[in-house]
């Protein structure tokens, strides 16, 4: 057990639920179980951050976490798997496909998902950046971390837009999130 992993993630949880309250309710409620992409076996926002709270962390480094942020990883949370790359969604589906825009966080930039089955991982993953000169929760959610897209600006693609897969894929989209 690492009290220091442990401590770090508490602390950034309450940091993030100081200076950003909102964006941390949406990232809780995105991880409940009627969520979008990844999610956990919680039903309610709060069950799922006092999970959280009382999971026991370990470091955790994978090469999709971005250069300034740190991952840590518990088996205390399990849920399913809600991505895959956009190439394999061509392949199943074709070109012309539409995939829906999302962005339940209200990011500059907005995701493309679709619906499918989500695969179950048996652990969650939390990643800490810095926000205001002070650690916080950047994302967290059960499987492996994908790099950010940063393709589709928000200021074009509103949530609920469509978008063809072709098309997302010559904006540079990587990834499409299973809703």
């Not at 309710?25 to 799922?48: D, P, Y």
């Not at 929760?137 to 499987?143: C, D, E, K, L």
Request: with cysteine; net charge neutral.
């Amino acid at each position: 057990m690492d009290l220091n992993a442990m401590a770090r993630v508490v602390e950034a949880i309450n940091t993030t639920k100081k200076i950003l309250p909102d964006y941390w309710q949406k990232t809780l409620e995105q991880r409940t179980c009627r969520g979008r992409g990844s999610i956990t076996n919680e039903e309610k926002a709060s069950n799922l951050e006092l999970a959280l709270l009382e999971a026991t962390w370990e470091p955790y480094s994978h090469p999709a976490i971005g250069a300034g942020c740190t991952g840590f990883k518990t088996y205390d949370i399990k849920g399913l798997y809600g991505m895959d790359t956009i190439h394999n969604v061509r392949a199943e589906l074709g070109g012309n496909f539409k995939l829906k825009v999302i962005n339940p966080k209200g990011l500059e930039f907005s995701e493309v998902g679709f619906s499918s089955i989500r695969q179950p991982v048996n652990y969650t993953i939390i990643i800490l950046g810095q926000e205001q000169g002070k650690e916080v929760v950047y994302t967290f959610h059960p499987g492996a971390p994908v790099k950010p897209d940063n393709a589709l600006p928000s200021k074009d693609w509103k949530d609920g837009d469509t978008i063809t897969i072709d098309a997302a894929i010559a904006y540079g989209v990587n990834w499409v999130k299973i809703l």
